[in-house]
């Protein structure tokens, strides 16, 4: 699976949009951009996921750049629950294949 | 909720033991894996099992093994444990129709060894 790059920490207003940036440089063309989120010790959980569309659902939206070297997850209106560690993974879909998760990135939702 | 069960949600053993970690994935779902996160380690990938069978190893060491039951529901034994065991363990589940494999995560069992 690729190897992905995230900012360690970020910052967010409460009420605002955060952007979450991953960079995946060297993303094959079956490979899937993942994101899974951590709040404090709790069990992953999964967020969003696409391919080179850009996708929307209920808690967030990912938008892939035309290369798919990099992709933003997008919280429209962040909230001091959405505090937590948040993964970017990339994998090939429907190979049942594990997670390889990278440090994340820290992000701190502030009032 | 994500429709994976763990127990005990929290064990505290001493060095030396044995313990066993219980997982229940989602109805339906063939596929289970483990998972360990330490302070100093992040998230890593154990142990796979589909329907029953060893799938895929990660960094497992040899005195951890698992197992997956007819009902589907896995167990992680972990024995001889050191302190360096202690450690959130998370499962996860895939398989259902129409979510490709996505995985969902339980909510974990904390294991401390002391």
């Known amino acids: 699976d690729a190897k992905t790059t995230q900012p360690p920490s970020m910052d967010c207003a409460e009420g605002r949009a955060a952007n979450l940036p991953c960079n995946h440089s060297?993303?094959?063309?079956?490979?899937?951009v993942y994101w899974y989120r951590q709040i404090h010790s709790q069990g992953p959980q999964y967020i969003i996921h696409?391919?080179?569309n850009n996708e929307t659902n209920e808690m967030a939206s990912l938008i892939i750049t035309e290369d798919r070297k990099s992709s933003t997850l997008i919280l429209p209106h962040a909230t001091l629950r959405d505090t937590a560690v948040y993964y970017c993974?990339?994998?090939?879909?429907?190979?049942?294949?594990?997670?390889?998760f990278g440090g994340g990135t820290r992000l701190m939702v502030k009032p | 909720d994500s429709g994976v069960t763990q127990t005990p949600k929290h064990l505290i053993t001493a060095t030396g033991q044995r313990v066993t970690l219980r997982c229940s994935p989602r109805?339906?779902?063939?596929?289970v894996y483990w998972y360990q996160q330490s302070l100093d380690q992040g998230l890593q990938f154990l142990i796979q099992?589909?329907?029953?069978?060893?799938?895929a190893k990660g960094n497992i060491l040899e005195r951890f093994s698992a197992q997956q039951f007819p009902d589907l529901h896995s167990e992680l034994n972990l024995s001889s444990l050191e302190l360096g065991d202690s450690a959130l363990y998370f499962c996860?589940?895939?398989?259902?129709?129409?979510?490709?494999?996505?995985?969902?995560f339980g909510p974990g069992t904390r294991l401390t060894v002391l």
């Open positions: 996860a589940s895939t398989g259902t129709s129409g979510t490709g494999d996505t995985q969902y």
């Open positions: 060297t993303i094959s063309g079956n490979e899937y």
């Open positions: 696409g391919l080179k």
């Open positions: 993974i990339v994998r090939v879909n429907n190979a049942g294949n594990m997670l390889t």
């Open positions: 109805s339906g779902d063939l596929s």
């Open positions: 099992y589909y329907n029953g069978e060893e799938r």
